[in-house]
Protein backbone atom coordinates (compact mmCIF):
# COMPACT_ATOMS: atom_id res chain seq x y z
CA UNK A 1 0.00 0.00 0.00
CA UNK A 2 1.29 3.31 -0.28
CA UNK A 3 0.98 6.80 1.69
CA UNK A 4 -1.19 9.17 0.54
CA UNK A 5 0.06 12.94 0.18
CA UNK A 6 -1.39 13.50 3.11
CA UNK A 7 0.27 10.80 5.20
CA UNK A 8 3.09 11.52 3.88
CA UNK A 9 3.35 15.14 5.13
CA UNK A 10 1.39 13.72 8.55
CA UNK A 11 4.71 11.14 8.54
CA UNK A 12 7.30 14.14 7.66
CA UNK A 13 6.34 16.27 10.50
CA UNK A 14 6.40 13.26 13.03
CA UNK A 15 9.63 12.78 11.88
CA UNK A 16 10.72 16.18 12.71
CA UNK A 17 9.63 15.58 16.10
CA UNK A 18 6.13 17.42 15.44
CA UNK A 19 2.89 15.85 18.77
CA UNK A 20 -0.02 15.71 17.24
CA UNK A 21 -1.11 18.90 18.10
CA UNK A 22 1.92 20.60 16.16
CA UNK A 23 1.22 19.08 13.45
CA UNK A 24 -2.68 19.70 13.04
CA UNK A 25 -1.92 23.70 13.70
CA UNK A 26 1.03 22.95 10.71
CA UNK A 27 -1.48 21.34 8.60
CA UNK A 28 -4.23 23.60 9.34
CA UNK A 29 -6.44 20.01 10.35
CA UNK A 30 -7.64 19.15 14.16
CA UNK A 31 -5.41 16.83 16.00
CA UNK A 32 -7.79 13.77 15.61
CA UNK A 33 -7.46 13.71 11.90
CA UNK A 34 -3.50 13.93 12.50
CA UNK A 35 -3.99 10.63 14.69
CA UNK A 36 -6.14 9.28 11.84
CA UNK A 37 -3.42 9.50 9.49
CA UNK A 38 -0.76 8.91 12.06
CA UNK A 39 -2.96 5.80 12.67
CA UNK A 40 -3.44 4.84 8.64
CA UNK A 41 0.74 5.44 8.48
CA UNK A 42 1.06 2.55 10.85
CA UNK A 43 -1.19 0.23 9.41
CA UNK A 44 0.08 0.60 5.59
CA UNK A 45 3.93 0.38 7.06
CA UNK A 46 2.87 -2.55 9.42
CA UNK A 47 4.76 -1.07 12.24
CA UNK A 48 3.61 -1.24 16.20
CA UNK A 49 4.64 1.90 17.25
CA UNK A 50 5.37 5.51 15.79
CA UNK A 51 9.41 4.64 15.72
CA UNK A 52 9.03 1.59 14.22
CA UNK A 53 7.22 3.59 10.98
CA UNK A 54 10.16 5.99 10.82
CA UNK A 55 12.66 3.35 10.91
CA UNK A 56 10.41 1.07 8.14
CA UNK A 57 10.62 4.41 6.14
CA UNK A 58 13.92 5.98 6.56
CA UNK A 59 15.05 2.44 5.57
CA UNK A 60 13.02 2.56 2.45
CA UNK A 61 14.13 5.87 0.92
CA UNK A 62 11.39 8.47 2.36
CA UNK A 63 12.95 11.34 2.60
CA UNK A 64 12.70 12.94 5.94
CA UNK A 65 12.49 16.43 4.83
CA UNK A 66 9.86 17.19 1.86
CA UNK A 67 11.75 18.95 -0.37
CA UNK A 68 8.50 21.87 -0.55
CA UNK A 69 7.23 22.23 2.53
CA UNK A 70 4.95 20.71 4.74
CA UNK A 71 2.32 22.13 2.75
CA UNK A 72 2.96 21.70 -0.45
CA UNK A 73 2.03 18.35 -2.36
CA UNK A 74 4.63 15.79 -2.36
CA UNK A 75 5.95 14.68 -5.67
CA UNK A 76 5.14 10.60 -5.52
CA UNK A 77 4.18 8.32 -2.91
CA UNK A 78 5.56 6.20 -0.74
CA UNK A 79 5.07 2.36 -1.17
CA UNK A 80 6.09 -0.88 0.68
Known amino acids: ASLT???AQV?????SGGSNKA???ELGISPRTVEVHRG???KKLDAKSL???ITIALAS?????PALGARAPLHGRYTR
Open 5 to 7: DRE
Open 11 to 15: LHLLI
Open 23 to 25: VAR
Open 40 to 42: RVL
Open 51 to 53: SQA
Open 61 to 65: GFESE
